[in-house]
C-alpha cells in the first residue's frame, strides 16, 4: 500500500494544520492507521492512532490538541492540528499496518515547523 501525506509546513505557534494521507491502493486488508513523527537524530515517535472502527490513541503531549480521523470509504487519514507548540516541529509520516500479518507501509513524511 503506497501512503501520500500532503498538508505539512510553516506556522507560528498557536496555529493549526491539517495533514492529510491517502493509500493509492485499497486499504480493505488494514487496520490500524496512524500518524508518528521524528526529529534529527531521534527515533519515530506514536503521535495517534485510529483503528478501523474509529477507536483512537493520543500520545499524551497532544491530546485535546490534536484530532485523527479516518475515512475508509476514501482510503484517507487526516491529522488536525491546534494549539500548535515548537515542540511539535518534525517530520510527520502516515502509517498503514494490515490486520492479519505484522505487514506495516510509511508514507514519504511531511514536515510541519512551528516557529515561536
Known amino acids: 500500500v503506497q501512503l501520500v501525506e500532503s498538508g505539512g509546513g510553516l506556522v507560528q505557534a498557536g496555529g493549526s494544520l491539517r495533514l492529510s494521507c491517502v493509500a493509492l491502493?485499497?486499504?480493505?486488508?488494514?487496520?490500524?492507521m496512524g500518524w508518528y513523527r521524528q526529529t534529527p537524530g531521534k527515533q519515530r515517535d506514536l503521535v495517534a492512532l485510529?483503528?478501523?472502527?474509529?477507536?483512537?490513541t493520543y500520545v499524551d503531549s497532544v491530546k485535546g490538541r490534536f484530532t485523527i480521523s479516518r475515512d475508509n470509504a476514501r482510503n484517507t487519514v487526516d491529522l488536525q492540528m491546534s494549539s500548535l507548540k515548537p515542540e511539535d516541529t518534525a517530520v510527520y509520516y502516515c502509517?498503514?499496518?494490515?490486520?492479519?500479518?505484522?505487514?506495516?507501509?510509511w508514507g514519504q513524511g511531511t514536515l510541519v515547523t512551528v516557529s515561536s
Open positions: 502509517n498503514a499496518r494490515e490486520m492479519y500479518s505484522s505487514a506495516s507501509y
Open positions: 491502493q485499497s486499504t480493505s486488508g488494514i487496520g490500524a
Open positions: 485510529i483503528g478501523r472502527g474509529g477507536f483512537t
